[in-house]
């Protein structure tokens, strides 16, 4: 399955960029060697063919613009420019730096040919209106084939990228798998695991309650709910080197590994710590009012992507097998609706004021600030707990803490292929302009379900990249402002769902499987359910 989504990022990102340049090229969208109407400016008289370098301001007139780019600007353009006059005409120049307000043709052209966001080009000076103001036109750089060169530098950034994260992996895994081996030799996993066996064994029913792959899991699914992504990715590519350890079909996903997977990409957080931060810059009065809101939707996520994992690992179903398939999970759907219908029921009817006279006092500022505490505490009381218990059992917890960080370094470099493979396929496939086709074809369905075309790049996004969901999230935030419905939606969109086929590369990279089964539909289907359960709650409590 991941060979195929590969193969299909590939292509499709490839495929769009060798698309859009080929029109761009047929419509000569950048107008190269077509001048451009412009008044300049000069800080000091100018004289005629006399060779010598002008600092200038550059005017254009917003109507020559729109008609010239065919776009649709509101304003005229100034914008500081060095002139080299030559006492050849057909050699005077001009340049000028493109900054993040003008427009967005000329910042793909300084991208593409510039360097530091400047651009280039020649100009002819048609008349002198006073000493130090001229008419001219400028010819700029020949720009072509402007998305094959961003595929080529999204292909260099994000192998850099995935390398710069899996080093960066190598001292917390290290740190943290040292302090499990103190814990595990002490048997302290052991006796958390046996208290949470009631759960797990319902989750996980093929992993021995005793066995270490079960206390690594529990610690992963903890420290995520906690928003301790340092600390939960090593406990979960830990649990997934003890799970590999059951797998009787190597290289193969097990149901267990699924699961695992499916509760990992629903990303369920008590604090969407990074959305409140960004919010919180952004100039909002409410930065946390998204902790409710993307706790319902994460909720709908876990309750969906387990659901998922544990019916398809069903199939395939033999023939004159599915009456008696049914029946066996009979009551494991039943309990799943009729929780989906209780959380339905609780939001739509008067039930949360049952609730809010109950528990009042639980205000949002309130558990903010208990789950914030617990969050700051929570490592160096891990720490603490962990190597203490060691030492109480008379473990030799240097040594130990040794040798479970050399298993933390062989980890996080061996999933550095894997990495690269999957980030260069989300950049080609995101910088080639697929992205954008999606989101066009996806519009009607958007429409539908009552999600904001806006939000539409951001729901898109977050399975494939953090970083890149993270900066659609601050630009749709800035554009519509943090406490905009719009604004509310993307938070809880970031804060209900985790980026899928990062966590799907990392973690089955780390044990060498190749074949996935049902991972990725799981994880897809719980990142459907978590937009799906954003937008329902952010719709209902703040409208759009």
């Not at 000069?42 to 780019?69: C, H, M, R, W």
Request: with cysteine; charged share 15%.
């Amino acid at each position: 399955m991941l060979n195929y989504v590969w193969l299909a990022l590939l292509f499709l990102g490839i495929g769009a960029a060798i698309t859009t340049d080929l029109v761009d090229q047929s419509q000569n969208k950048y107008r190269n060697n077509e001048p451009l109407p412009v008044i300049i400016n000069f800080q000091e008289p100018f004289i005629k063919g006399q060779e010598k370098n002008y600092q200038a301001t550059l005017n254009v007139n917003l109507s020559d613009f729109n008609k010239f780019y065919k776009e649709n600007i509101s304003s005229d353009i100034k914008e500081a420019a060095k002139v080299a006059i030559h006492s050849d005409a057909s050699k005077n120049s001009i340049s000028f730096i493109v900054s993040k307000t003008d427009p967005k043709i000329w910042r793909d052209i300084a991208a593409a040919v510039g360097e530091k966001d400047d651009i280039n080009g020649k100009v002819k000076i048609d008349s002198l209106i006073t000493p130090t103001t001229a008419s001219a036109h400028i010819v700029l750089e020949d720009v072509s084939f402007l998305k094959i060169r961003e595929v080529t530098n999204a292909v260099l950034e994000y192998a850099g990228t995935a390398v710069t994260i899996a080093l960066g992996l190598i001292g917390i895994m290290a740190m943290w798998l040292g302090v499990m081996k103190v814990a595990d030799e002490a048997g302290l996993i052991k006796i958390i695991a046996r208290w949470l066996t009631p759960l797990t064994k319902r989750l996980f029913p093929e992993v021995p309650v005793d066995h270490p792959a079960m206390g690594s899991m529990i610690m992963n699914i903890s420290a995520n709910m906690l928003g301790l992504s340092n600390a939960a990715t090593p406990f979960g590519l830990k649990a997934m080197e003890e799970l590999d350890t059951l797998n009787p079909n190597k290289g193969t996903a097990t149901n267990a590994m699924c699961t695992f997977l499916a509760i990992n990409t629903a990303g369920m957080t008590l604090i969407p710590a990074t959305a409140i931060a960004i919010r919180a810059a952004a100039g909002s009065s409410e930065p946390a009012i998204i902790i409710g809101t993307s706790l319902f939707g994460s909720f709908c996520a876990t309750v969906a992507g387990i659901t998922a994992a544990k019916t398809l690992e069903k199939f395939p179903i033999k023939k004159g097998q599915f009456s008696e398939w049914m029946k066996s999970n009979l009551r494991a759907f039943a309990f799943i609706l009729a929780i989906i219908a209780a959380v339905l029921i609780f939001v739509n009817t008067g039930a949360g004021k049952i609730f809010s006279s109950l528990f009042g006092f639980v205000t949002p500022e309130l558990f903010k600030s208990v789950i914030q505490i617990f969050s700051t505490i929570a490592i160096p009381l891990l720490i603490v707990i962990f190597i203490g218990y060691g030492a109480i059992k008379k473990v030799k917890v240097y040594e130990k803490f040794v040798e479970g960080a050399k298993e933390g370094f062989n980890i996080a470099v061996r999933i550095i292929p894997y990495l690269v493979a999957m980030l260069v396929a989300i950049g080609i496939f995101r910088a080639g302009g697929a992205m954008n086709w999606l989101i066009y074809i996806l519009h009607p369905i958007t429409n539908l379900i009552g999600m904001p075309a806006e939000a539409m790049p951001m729901a898109l996004m977050r399975p494939l990249s953090g970083s890149g969901s993270l900066g659609v999230m601050a630009e749709i935030i800035s554009v519509h402002g943090p406490d905009s419905p719009i604004g509310i939606l993307v938070s809880t969109l970031y804060g209900s769902s985790e980026t899928t086929f990062y966590v799907l590369a990392v973690y089955f990279g780390a044990v060498n499987i190749k074949n996935i089964r049902h991972s990725l539909p799981a994880g897809l289907i719980a990142d459907i359910a978590g937009v799906l359960g954003a937008v329902f709650i952010v719709r209902l409590l703040f409208g759009f």
